[in-house]
Structures are given as structure tokens and as C-alpha cells.
């Protein structure tokens, strides 16, 4: 499905995200709730450990995308909520592991906490295919 990068500047690519992405011929768009650090036994992963967090976080993302029929080249679309905003340039570095090239259009929220006690990111997102 063709889709468009969409930065008007040049300035974000030194933070590695999109400004926006325009999606032509639109075949199914998968709409991912916000993604913990949870196991899959419903346990808060890495309690007090960032990069595991956010390990599992995007390895949770992969399991939605996968049984929805995408791939991390499928996400246009990516809102991250942190309890410590300091966390955001690790957050984007591990990120980029598994989303290569253009990176999705993005927005950090800072929060004072999250839904289980411990966890230190949460991760929404939006894949088309």
C-alpha cells in the first residue's frame, strides 16, 4: 500500500520520528491499545528496569501485529506515555531496534503514573495494511 512521509522540516530526524504519514489506497488499519511491560501471564515485566520495560512493550506490539497480519513496517502511528520523560531518548534508541528506516509519526505524553503499579511505559499505536 503506498504511503508518504510527511515532514515538511528536517529538524525531527535528528529525534527520530515522522511528522505524519499520508496512507493512499487504505486496505486495513489496525488501532493497538496501549501496550505494557505485562508478560504474558499478566505480570508487570523489569519492575524498575526501563529498557526491559520497553523491551516488552514492543515485543507485545509485535504479538498484536503479528496476529493482525502486520509488521513493525506496518505502524504509522506511535503515542508513548512515560512516568520519567528523561527516559525518552533510551525509549527512541531501543525503538529504533525494532522499527527501522522512517520512523512513525509520534507523541510522548508524561505522566504521573500508569495503570499497574511499577510500570514505566505504555505504548499505543496504529499499523496499516
Not at 515485566?45 to 520495560?53: I, K, L, S, T
Not at 520512523?103 to 495494511?129: D, K, N, W, Y
Request: avoid cysteine; charge should be negative; aromatic fraction near 10%.
Amino acid at each position: 500500500m503506498p504511503r508518504t512521509q510527511l515532514n515538511p522540516w528536517t529538524w525531527q530526524d535528528a529525534f527520530g520520528f515522522s511528522q505524519g504519514w499520508r496512507v493512499d489506497g487504505l486496505g486495513s488499519v489496525l488501532f493497538l491499545s496501549g501496550q505494557a511491560p505485562i508478560s504474558a501471564e499478566g505480570k508487570v515485566v523489569g519492575e524498575g528496569d526501563f529498557e526491559a520495560q520497553v523491551r516488552q512493550v514492543f515485543s507485545n506490539i509485535g504479538a498484536v501485529l503479528e496476529q493482525g497480519g502486520a509488521t513493525f513496517d506496518s505502524i504509522v502511528r506511535l503515542t508513548v506515555y512515560l512516568t520519567d520523560m528523561s527516559n525518552l531518548r533510551d525509549f527512541g534508541r531501543i525503538k529504533g531496534e525494532f522499527i527501522s528506516g522512517p520512523q512513525p509519526a509520534s507523541t510522548a505524553i508524561g505522566v504521573t503514573s500508569l495503570a499497574l503499579p511499577g510500570m514505566m511505559v505504555e505504548v499505543e499505536a496504529t499499523a496499516v495494511i
